[in-house]
């Protein structure tokens, strides 16, 4: 028996698989950090070739087989490549995508994380942000990641209504704080 799940996703890595097929690291709303096999996407005129890209946000369709993931369909892409090509913006993402590989289970759904991500992805596409801005807003999402992941005592609603917040020295500092202690 299988299932199909619709979700939204951010493509993050992809390798090929087999002559034809790829498998993909997605970070779904619904599903969380899962691995997804796209067959025959390599074939000349396949329709999700141009669709399922890295480095873009999707909704999609993934059915779910006994021990397979399978994508097939993509309705939308945002590509979020651009940022890639701003250093202090690409360091940042990637600080932040590790993190979240590193510290979030597969298969578990975490909506208000993938929000958060999905978010700071959107923050790190406006044009003209400084570097002191893109480093606020890694240091913002960090500490509201790992308040929901429960290392840092709040509530949900403090999270997003707390003074400290908007303390880009404070949060700065905890977010150090909590991952010294995380990793010791």
Do not use: W
């Amino acid at each position: 028996m299988y299932e199909i799940i619709h979700t939204k996703a951010i493509v993050l890595l992809d390798r090929v698989e087999r002559e034809y097929d790829k498998t993909f690291f997605l970070f779904t709303e619904e599903l969380g950090l899962i691995s997804v096999t796209a067959t025959s996407i390599l074939k000349p005129g396949a329709k999700l070739t141009s669709m399922l890209q890295p480095y873009s946000i999707i909704s999609c369709d993934i059915v779910l087989g006994k021990s397979t993931k399978k994508i097939t369909t993509v309705i939308e892409k945002i590509s979020f490549e651009s940022i890639l090509r701003n250093p202090a913006k690409k360091q940042s993402f990637l600080a932040v995508f590790n993190f979240i590989v590193h510290m979030i289970p597969r298969n578990t759904a975490v909506r208000d994380i993938y929000g958060l991500f999905s978010l700071f992805i959107y923050e790190l596409q406006i044009q003209d942000i400084s570097p002191e801005q893109i480093a606020e807003f890694e240091v913002r999402t960090l500490y509201k990641i790992l308040a929901l992941l429960g290392y840092i005592d709040t509530t949900y609603h403090d999270l997003f209504d707390r003074e400290e917040i908007h303390d880009y020295t404070t949060l700065y500092t905890t977010v150090n704080k909590v991952l010294r202690e995380i990793h010791t």
